[in-house]
């Protein structure tokens, strides 16, 4: 009887084992992570169908991104990581010079509405160079889809409109960085895209701290803290020409499964 109840015992122990294992190489295995992004940007620049291009005034916003990525142990083939980002702005301006925009001609001392919305999905392909417990780096390509648009309205009645559309693509570096504070459950992280091209230049750069709220094996969750600082540097993109910066601080959540 006793022996038998020793037999139990180490059976179920070896069962518990197996289960606990399991989970660990199925994480180790493939990595699935889910986030969001929430930061209120201060956002200052010029637009418009020539360079130099007109400044105008702009309110701060509140702009969100989410994103998906999806690690695997595959060497050969890219993990793959996809993100929507908000980037809009808008405000009001008295130009003080007369200019012309999308076939209409704007006078001085006229009020105007100006919008961007600027808004972009990153396709990102990245190796993990450096995986463990303390340091991870990622590089990569991101393939940047910006699709919006850029418009001017005369405040008075019947007034006139303008609006330039945008979709293309930019080819851009991506980078990812974390390092670890052992036994504190922190870590400092920076990512960024970039790319350059004649006079037109576009970055999307971030920093932070970030906090591993649960560790279990099932999910792990983590929040982060930083700066986001992105620029559009535009030289005849789609009849635009650009230099938009968004700057701002941001809060996010992350949950890895």
């Given at each position: 009887m006793k022996k038998n109840t020793m037999n139990k015992a180490a059976l179920s122990l070896a069962l518990g084992s197996l289960f606990i294992?399991?989970?660990?190489?199925?994480?180790?295995?493939?990595?699935?992570?889910?986030?969001?992004?929430?930061?209120?940007?201060?956002?200052?620049?010029?637009f418009g169908n020539s360079d130099p291009a007109p400044t105008f005034n702009f309110n701060?916003?509140?702009?969100?991104?989410?994103?998906?990525?999806?690690e695997h142990p595959i060497p050969v083939l890219p993990n793959i990581r996809l993100a929507h980002n908000q980037l809009q702005a808008e405000g009001v301006t008295l130009i003080d010079g007369q200019f012309s925009f999308a076939g209409e001609e704007f006078t001085v001392n006229t009020s105007v509405r100006n919008q961007v919305d600027l808004t972009n999905t990153d396709v990102v392909l990245y190796y993990e160079i450096l995986d463990n417990s303390v340091v991870a780096l990622d590089l990569g390509l991101?393939?940047?889809?910006?699709?919006?648009?850029a418009s001017l309205e005369e405040q008075a009645q019947d007034g006139l409109q303008g609006e330039e559309s945008v979709s293309q693509w930019l080819p851009m570096v991506y980078v990812s960085s974390k390092v670890g504070l052992p036994l504190t459950g922190l870590d400092v992280f920076a990512q960024g895209s970039y790319v350059g091209w004649n006079d037109s230049r576009m970055y999307d750069l971030q920093a932070g701290v970030g906090y591993e709220v649960v560790d279990s094996l099932t999910v792990d969750i983590r929040l982060k803290l930083g700066y986001r600082a992105v620029n559009l540097r535009?030289?005849?993109?789609?009849?635009?020409?650009?230099?938009?910066?968004?700057?701002?601080?941001?809060a996010g959540v992350e949950l890895h499964f």
């Open positions: 294992a399991s989970q660990a190489s199925a994480d180790t295995l493939l990595g699935l992570y889910l986030g969001g992004d929430g930061w209120r940007s201060e956002v200052s620049g010029s701060s916003k509140n702009q969100g991104t989410y994103y998906i990525a999806l991101n393939g940047k889809h910006i699709k919006g648009y535009l030289d005849d993109f789609d009849n635009l020409y650009s230099n938009l910066d968004f700057k701002g601080v941001f």
